[in-house]
């Protein structure tokens, strides 16, 4: 484990106001003590409803390749997803990084998707959660299509709490693949500032596919208050997902429940 607690960690409070002014910390190297502010002018997002499944990814989801799990290993995804890619050197998350953001998950304010083959974690993705916002950090595959799969989970997810802006960074044609759109700063931040404006109490919402009379209403992260918000209520949103696949009567999987509510929004 990189992520110590001797490394100067960077304020969690300093951490999430930067998120909600649509800023993110990055590194030089793995070891660098110091972090850059960065501000895309181009910012790519995911549409939670423009959601791409393939028919090959369906498929995975269909058969329960992997075993998914939120919130399980934080620390082992973080610490993958640093470790440089195939032709790179360095990586730009850094141990001051890994350490700010496994006190944020301790904190309840960043979140990890795990994709296991058996007892190995072979796929996932990690990121920041708060208002109706989730910022996806960075992912990792060991396994064909792990780091998809944790991505179809993570919309599901994300909508059945009740958010509404997923936000990725930097587009990459894995990105563009699943459905992600480049769009300006300014567009970005006025997303942002609607996913963060103040409503009182909101529910999340049965995920699509789920039959009426089913009993499957308001989930797990109901009636929270705007003060956590939906980004925050992914591991409730995750957990509500496996109760409306089996209030939804269906003799499958929760792999086939989420690749039929996706492929009929899509």
């Given at each position: ?24 910390p990055m590194s030089d190297s793995r070891d660098d003590p110091e972090v850059f502010w960065v501000e895309p002018r181009m910012r790519a997002i ?117 958010a509404e802006v997923l936000d990725c960074q930097f587009m990459t044609p894995h990105l563009m693949s699943m459905g992600a759109v480049e769009i ?83």
């Amino acid at each position: 484990m990189h992520a110590k607690s001797t490394v100067n960690i960077i304020p969690p409070d300093l951490l999430l106001r930067a998120y909600a002014t649509g800023i993110f910390p990055m590194s030089d190297s793995r070891d660098d003590p110091e972090v850059f502010w960065v501000e895309p002018r181009m910012r790519a997002i995911l549409p939670l409803e423009g959601f791409h499944l393939s028919h090959s990814l369906a498929k995975t989801l269909r058969r329960d390749r992997f075993r998914v799990t939120c919130n399980a290993a934080f620390t082992q995804v973080i610490d993958a997803c640093a470790r440089p890619r195939p032709g790179a050197d360095e990586s730009w998350i850094s141990d001051r990084i890994m350490a700010s953001y496994c006190e944020l998950n301790r904190l309840g304010h960043a979140h990890s998707v795990e994709c296991w083959d058996a007892d190995r974690l072979v796929g996932g993705l990690y990121g920041v959660g708060f208002a109706r916002v989730f910022c996806g950090e960075s992912m990792f595959s060991l396994a064909t299509d792990s780091s998809k799969v944790a991505l179809a989970w993570l919309v599901a997810a994300l909508r059945r709490s009740g958010a509404e802006v997923l936000d990725c960074q930097f587009m990459t044609p894995h990105l563009m693949s699943m459905g992600a759109v480049e769009i300006s700063q300014v567009q970005y931040l006025a997303l942002l500032r609607e996913a963060q404006r103040p409503s009182g109490l909101f529910s999340g919402r049965p995920i699509s596919g789920v039959a009426e009379g089913t009993g499957v209403g308001v989930g797990a992260g109901a009636g929270r208050d705007d003060a956590a918000g939906a980004g925050d209520a992914l591991p409730a949103g995750f957990a509500a997902l496996l109760d409306d696949a089996a209030a939804a009567g269906l003799s499958s999987s929760p792999g086939n429940f989420i690749a039929q509510s996706l492929t009929q929004t899509s």
